[in-house]
């Protein structure tokens, strides 16, 4: 039969099967004009982030990157990762048409028809390297999430032009190469701040040994209290820079003591935000601090974001810099292998920063 807006779906395998075996997604649930949420979208109350949570008169630091070597600029950013573990960056070295193109190219795939983009699926992607899904890791949650999202990890660009989708490929592969210059800018001072002058080929690779894009689709959704478009959790990456549009949604755990409370990320336009993941966290043994965010569903806008993710090699094994530990430091975490974290991370349904007890000591 059909699906009718009144029961759109017999039961569960019909809507798994629409949403994420036929590639329509969330983006095509909320195209069907759904007048309710299906209950598989349905967050425990815990989950949801209630109103009475958000600290209006707060913000993450702003920083302008137009100084970004003078000392107190530098200051102001490794104070931020520790305090904050977020911070958006203003006047940056990343061309405002780049940012406009890679939002424009978000748009076009996801535009494009359920089959093209059901290509680049888990069971039809030609490579791990291309992944178009839904939710965050559908086999593995109790409830989903609000969010569709194209995933490109950066090989090389031959195998980039292979294998990524046309309706992005460029704009992506500019976006991540102008966004190199300033992910390096951060990189440095925050070693500095730690005492490490010297990124040697070591250190650039467990820094920033790989990189990886996602595109995020978030549609307008039937009744976004009883959702999330992303579950409480912390990044597995060193650095996360993210390009968010103008809807708003993105909210960070606030830094007083255990509280939960939640900062919006307000949007800034030509802005990036940057936050520190777990692999920085575990490598500066916990001096900068991987923080707790979550994006909300909105019932009236779509939202798009395109977070890159800068992380170590997958090879690499992770732990307290020995700088730290050779200053007489006591490590709070063991060495462990990046690709064993990450796989650990992809596991299990978002929850919060429990992902890091995987490296504690
Ligand atoms: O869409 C956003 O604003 C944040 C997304 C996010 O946290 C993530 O993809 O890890
Ligand atoms: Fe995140």
């Known amino acids: 039969m059909a699906p009718t807006l009144a029961e759109p779906f017999a039961d569960s395998s019909a809507l798994t099967e629409f949403v994420i075996n036929q590639g329509n997604g969330v983006k095509g649930l909320s195209e069907m004009g759904l007048k309710a949420l299906p209950k598989q979208y349905i967050q425990p109350l815990e989950e949801r982030l209630s109103m009475n949570k958000i600290l209006d008169q707060e913000a993450i630091p702003i920083i302008d990157m137009s100084k970004w070597e003078d000392p107190q600029v530098a200051k102001s950013i490794c104070d931020a990762a520790s305090k904050w573990g977020f911070f958006q960056i203003v006047n ?3 061309p405002v048409q780049v940012l406009e193109n890679v939002k424009q190219a978000t748009y076009r795939f996801f535009g494009l028809p359920a089959e093209e983009k059901n290509k680049y699926s888990k069971e039809h992607s030609p490579s791990n390297s ?3 899904g839904t939710s965050f890791s559908p086999q593995a949650e109790k409830a989903l999430e609000w969010k569709d999202y194209l995933s490109l990890f950066y090989v090389s660009d031959e195998e980039a032009f292979a294998l990524w989708p046309p309706a992005c490929r460029d704009q992506v592969l500019d976006y991540m190469k102008k966004s190199e210059v300033v992910i390096k800018q951060l990189l440095q001072v925050l070693m500095k701040g730690l005492n490490v002058t010297e990124i040697d080929q070591t250190k650039e690779s467990l820094l920033m040994g790989s990189m990886r894009t996602n595109l995020n689709y978030y549609p307008i959704c039937p009744d976004p209290e009883l ?6 959790h912390s990044d597995v990456s060193t650095l996360t820079m993210l390009l968010q549009d103008e809807i708003g949604g993105l909210f960070v755990k606030g830094n007083e003591g255990d509280d939960d409370n939640w900062i919006h990320v307000r949007p800034i336009k030509g802005s990036l935000v ?8 575990i490598l500066s043994n ?4 991987s923080v707790e965010h979550r994006v909300v569903a909105n019932g009236s806008k779509n939202r798009i974001s395109v ?3 800068v992380n170590p090699s997958p090879s690499n094994m992770i732990g307290p810099l020995p700088e730290l530990i050779a200053s007489g430091e006591k490590p709070i ?13 992809f596991s299990k349904a978002h929850d919060g920063k429990k992902t890091v007890e995987f490296a504690q000591l």
Do not use: E
């Open 92 to 94: 940056h070295d990343v």
């Open 227 to 232: 959702t999330v478009g992303v579950g409480r």
């Open 333 to 345: 975490y063991k060495q462990v292998l990046y690709s064993d974290y990450v796989k650990h991370f």
């Open 307 to 309: 977070p890159i993710f």
């Open 286 to 289: 916990r001096r900068y601090r």
């Open 130 to 132: 291309v992944r178009f």
């Open 274 to 281: 940057i936050n520190v993941g777990d692999a920085l966290q």
